[in-house]
């Protein structure tokens, strides 16, 4: 009876476990989304409309968000709109402290979704933040001089955001898994593992 209790228990577990992610970064996803144009919807919403209800303005902003991100795709994908996107990127990049935050960020986002132009492009094991815990790596930019490559170390269940590090050639762990797979590991907190990366933890 008690063992039967545990293997339902456990049934339950590994049933639940992977719906509760999906559901989290879906979540999270959404709510970024829909912060996009939540200030602009709730404004209308609240004072013209007199609704105030938090789900249907989260459920309208989504959708303007969404509708939003399709037409600025959509602008990008002509020439006019290049040509539009393009000014406003000159500006920006003009304007101290503001060009800084734009041109980092703009490499990281480019860096997430567009690694295989990368020269660089590989994912390592690191001994990070301190000795005897490992981290997951992607290493962007190799010092040959100085033995050195900089890396960049995602974190959960965000991997956009993270950490920049120096480390020499010799502290690293070179792996064969593909970006792919190492995001996967870090979405997932490391429930969505694989054999190739177990074999270097051992």
Excluded: C, H
């Excluded at 970024?32 to 919403?45: Q, T």
């Excluded at 295989?116 to 933040?129: A, G």
């Excluded at 050195?148 to 955001?161: A, D, Q, Y």
Aim: charged share 20%; aromatic share 14%; net charge positive.
């Amino acid at each position: 009876m008690q063992k039967q209790v545990k293997k339902n228990i456990l049934t339950g577990i590994l049933i639940l476990l992977p719906l509760w992610i999906t559901f989290f970064i879906i979540l999270i996803f959404t709510r970024w989304v829909s912060n996009i144009a939540r200030p602009f919807v709730a404004g209308i919403s609240i004072y013209v409309l007199g609704i105030e209800n938090e789900i249907f303005i989260r459920f309208i902003s989504f959708f303007v968000s969404m509708f939003l991100i399709y037409s600025i795709g959509l602008l990008a994908n002509n020439i006019f709109g290049k040509k539009i996107l393009s000014l406003i990127e000159n500006m920006l990049e003009n304007i101290p402290l503001i060009k800084d935050i734009y041109i980092s960020s703009k490499r990281l986002i480019n860096f997430i979704f567009e690694y295989n132009r990368y020269k660089w492009n590989k994912v390592v094991l690191i001994e990070y933040p301190r000795k005897g815990i490992y981290s997951i790596g992607i290493v962007t930019t190799d010092f040959e001089k100085m033995n050195r490559v900089g890396l960049f170390v995602p974190s959960t269940p965000n991997p956009t955001t993270g950490f920049f590090i120096f480390v020499n050639k010799n502290d690293i762990i070179n792996t064969s898994l593909s970006i792919e797979d190492a995001l996967k590991v870090v979405v997932s907190g490391g429930v969505i593992s694989s054999e190739e990366l177990e074999k270097y933890l051992q």
